[in-house]
């Protein structure tokens, strides 16, 4: 973990098409949190927002996600987090959407949850206005990941690329992290019916020992419990195994400041 402040301030490469802005982002120790400080935009290009499928402006944020600097293993697992986790450079990790299966909704889908059907981000990213990057914009103007980011791997190659609620590092290492997760065979028992074909969160399960990682996409590495990023569902961890800040649980970006 960081146990030293650090700023950061970087320039993205203008391209065509192409929205450019400064990566401001500051890592500090505050107590027992570990707490990283950014403006919410990327060190790498972004992609062009609004766009035809997002009618969503990016616009910088003040953000603050505070992490424990010594994590620790819960007697229970926390889910149903929108924000689960903050990469290396001050981007929020938000893989869920606010969509579900909705027969009156535009394109089958709207905001009701009471279909039980939650769209799936990554079966058709193109169609929520995401950039090359698995990353887009909100209502409020934040940027945030879906799945890994290309470009924040090449210049944040090696590991951790980000950090969980928990404090537990997120790292992307195809060779040792495997999705254990699969979907579902058969069909939909419910409306929109039809087979299990990663359109919604509800196609997948998880499958014990199908790959290396446990539900929550970790495993423990060299005596410390992991989570993984993965080129499959789910991605990015969904639950956590460590203690979480309660701040992550108690606001919608997970993180606004430090809870006290």
Known sequence: ??????????????????????????????????????????????????????????????????????????????EALMTVGVSVTGVPIRPYTAG??????????????????????????????????????????????HAVSSDLLHAHGGTPIGYAPDGFEIWYDPAIGISSWALRPGERLTPPGGAHDGTFEEDFEYVAGSGTLDECNGTVIDGTYTYFATDTYPYFPRCFKGVVNPDFMQRPRGGGRRAR
Do not use: K
Not at 7 to 32: Q, R, S
Not at 52 to 66: G, V, Y
Not at 107 to 135: C, E, F, K, T, V
């Open 1 to 78: 973990m960081f146990e030293y402040r650090i700023a950061a301030l970087l320039m993205v490469i203008i391209a065509p098409g192409v929205l450019a802005h400064d990566n401001v982002a500051e890592t500090f120790v505050d107590g027992e949190m570990t707490c990283m400080r950014s403006n919410g935009a990327p060190d790498h290009e972004m992609g062009r927002f609004p766009n035809a499928a997002n009618p969503n402006a990016f616009r910088e944020q003040e953000l603050t996600f505070c992490f424990p600097t010594s994590p620790r293993l819960a007697d229970t697992v926390t």
């Open 100 to 145: 579900y299966y909705d027969p009156d909704g535009r394109r089958g889908i709207g905001r009701d949850p009471s279909s039980g059907w939650r769209q799936q981000a990554m079966h058709n990213p193109r169609s929520l206005g995401m950039d090359d990057q698995n990353a887009h914009v909100d209502r409020s103007g934040l940027y945030h990941y």
